[in-house]
């Protein structure tokens, strides 16, 4: 079975500053994108509402560069912190995740990429198969991360062969395709085998667990398909069903 590496490595300046002006400007109320930035950026709130966008730019551009060279040593001790913690879970994990979802990891993915760089929030890209994190995370946190977004790149994979003729498009946000995706990762990895790999419990965005369905919640209807004894694509189609009917009673399945 073919099993690729997780392997981090240092966002580029280039890379740090793309990213935070996107994050700058991204006005999704789901993920308050803007507000972990100026959190995390406390330089740029209250900017002048005068400013151009290009100077608005060259204000993200100063303030992240200057991070960005105050905290190399940093980034670097942490790729290697990153990297010796993830090691020990790399083969075991995606092993299960591969025979769990009935698929083989594509033979063209050889690495799978962790960027780290100074950033509030940590998007996934499923066609280059990486993603992005931040410096200062503890232990847990950095393991249920990787867990989490390596999961979907695997699970759209699958996707691709279960619903053929989803466009590419509906597994981002705001598609009910990307939502089913994002709330499938509590019952899959806080259910054996992943259960007793990891120590830590997987939780979803928080909207998740407020959702119910007359006096029933959402999550744990969830959890109950994902632990019947049926195949892996008789559980995602059944659990697509059914958040499909939920939250778009209109629409069928692909």
Not at 16 to 31: G, P, S
Not at 236 to 243: P, T
Request: net charge negative.
């Amino acid at each position: 079975m073919k099993i690729p590496k997780l392997k981090f490595r240092k966002m580029s300046l280039e890379e740090n500053i793309e990213l935070i002006k996107w994050a700058y400007y991204e006005n999704d109320d789901l993920f308050n994108i803007h507000n972990f930035t100026i959190k995390y950026f406390p330089e740029l709130e209250n900017l002048d509402k005068n400013l151009s966008k290009e100077e608005i730019n060259k204000i993200i551009e100063r303030i992240v560069k200057e991070s960005y060279e105050k905290h190399q040593d940093k980034i670097e001790k942490e790729i290697q912190r990153y990297n010796a913690l993830w090691q020990s879970y790399n083969d075991l994990y995606f092993r299960n995740l591969s025979n769990y979802l009935n698929i083989s990891w594509p033979n063209n993915i050889d690495i799978i990429e962790g960027r780290v760089g100074l950033i509030p929030v940590f998007p996934r890209y499923l066609d280059s198969f990486s993603f992005s994190v931040s410096t200062n995370m503890n232990d847990q946190q950095l393991i249920e991360t990787c867990a989490h977004e390596t999961l979907h790149f695997l699970w759209f994979e699958k996707w691709k062969r279960t619903y053929p003729g989803t466009p590419r498009e509906e597994f981002e946000s705001p598609y009910i395709t990307w939502q089913y995706s994002e709330m499938v990762t509590d019952p899959i990895l806080n259910n054996k085998p992943f259960s007793d790999i990891f120590d830590f419990k997987e939780r979803g965005y928080a909207n998740f667990y407020e959702m119910y369905d007359g006096e029933t919640s959402v999550m744990d209807k969830l959890r109950k398909i994902y632990s019947t004894n049926i195949s892996v694509e008789e559980k995602i189609k059944s659990g697509f069903d059914y958040i499909t009917n939920l939250l778009n009673p209109k629409s069928k399945s692909k």
